[in-house]
């Protein structure tokens, strides 16, 4: 392109200034395969940057997740810190602030059980006084005070056994807390519970009731057959006491497959009232008894559950109860097995 413009010199002389402009330059055109290799680039660095963001972001909450549902399911000793610790951001703040929740409900939690140690502790030297007492009171006194101290034993009998109760919950809770395992030992489960069941239905008969195994399949556990005997022997016992006249408690015992073991999953089904929806997480809470069971006065002290469900806790199993579609409570225990037995 050319551009000419005339200009008068001061001497009058007319001059024309021509210059030449260089052209637009013109781009070499791009190859399709150029442009989608830079889009690829693009996208690919695009996407490395936020998964890598997504990852900082999200690896804090899944964390924390993890934690508030140990922590629920009752570890109380579950804290975020060191998975925290190099982080400076709002995460850092939150997992602190948990730590800080989950240290004062473990005290909280450990003051409550030592109490309750410490009383049942000190409950039994008075009581054993008193049943000192009692034997002297019956040699001094006359016949007419015989029916008030045999009240008196029976009362303070219930008393001790209250006590041993207590303590027995209190020392289950510790090592399920301290994350310990049962004495290890092979649990024949398809004995355990045709025997529980036997004694069971010789108390039931007398009451017109009776307990039936329906299935029992083998399936071999380790732990303690003691402890888990008398877990079962709770639930079996309170199915006799609440099912119906001329109604059966019915048991089976089948192997499950679990996400990465196979479990024993034991059934206990009565034919009785059930339990109010809303009461049946309630009960495994120690003292809970259901509104009819405490006006009744049936002598239960509402312990039994919350033994068996850290009995089976620490087998590493779970306990649950719901309420059978046809009536009747239902109340299953997940224990794991075994790989192969
Ligand atoms: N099969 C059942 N049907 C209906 N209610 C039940 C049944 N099993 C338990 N319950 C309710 O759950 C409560 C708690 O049971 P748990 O075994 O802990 O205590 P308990 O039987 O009252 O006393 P304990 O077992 O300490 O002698 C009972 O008081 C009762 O209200
Ligand atoms: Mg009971």
Redesign the pocket.
């Known amino acids: 392109m050319m551009v000419a413009r005339s200009a008068k010199a001061p001497d009058g002389q007319n001059y024309t200034i021509v210059a030449q402009l260089p052209g637009p330059r013109m781009r070499p055109p791009i190859e399709v395969t150029d442009l989608i290799v830079r889009l690829l680039a693009i996208l690919l660095t695009a996407g490395l940057v936020c998964y890598g963001l997504a990852r900082h972001l999200t690896s804090p909450v899944s964390r924390l997740q993890t934690a508030v549902r140990d922590l629920s399911a009752g570890n109380l000793a579950t804290r975020v810190g060191s998975a925290f610790k190099t982080r400076t951001d709002e995460f850092a703040d939150l997992g602190r602030d948990f730590d800080l929740m989950a240290e004062r409900i473990e005290g909280l939690v450990g003051i409550q059980r030592q109490l309750l140690r410490d009383i049942s502790h000190e409950l039994r030297s008075p009581l054993a006084r008193l049943n000192v007492a009692l034997e002297l009171a019956r040699k001094c006194s006359g016949a007419d005070a015989g029916a008030a101290l045999d009240r008196i034993e029976l009362e303070s009998e219930r008393m001790n056994e209250l006590i041993e109760?207590l303590l027995r919950l209190a020392q289950l809770a510790n090592h399920v807390d301290g994350g310990e395992q049962a004495a290890l030992e092979p649990v024949q489960l398809e004995d355990l519970v045709k025997k529980v069941a036997a004694d069971a239905d010789f108390e039931a008969v007398s009451q017109n009731r009776a307990v039936r195994v329906v299935e029992a399949t083998e399936c071999v556990t380790t732990g303690s057959t003691e402890l888990l005997r008398s877990a079962i022997e709770?639930?079996v016992?309170?199915?006799v006491?609440?099912?119906g006249e001329e109604t059966q408690v019915e048991i089976s015992l089948d192997r499950a497959s679990g996400e990465d073991r196979p479990y024993a999953h034991i059934v206990?089904r009565?034919h009785?009232?059930?339990?109010p929806e809303e009461?049946l997480e309630e009960?495994?809470r120690?003292f809970?008894?259901?509104?009819?069971?405490?006006d009744r006065q049936?002598?239960?002290?509402?312990?039994?559950?919350?033994?068996?469900e850290r009995i089976i806790r620490l087998h590493g199993g779970t306990l649950t109860?719901s309420n059978a579609r046809e009536g009747?409570?239902q109340?299953e225990v997940h224990l794991p097995l075994e790989e192969g037995r």
């Open positions: 109760q709770n639930i016992r309170n199915a006491r609440y099912t206990v009565d009785g009232p059930g339990v009461a009960l495994f120690p809970y008894r259901v509104g009819h069971a405490r049936s002598g239960g002290t509402g312990l039994g559950l919350a033994i068996a109860a009747g409570l109340v």
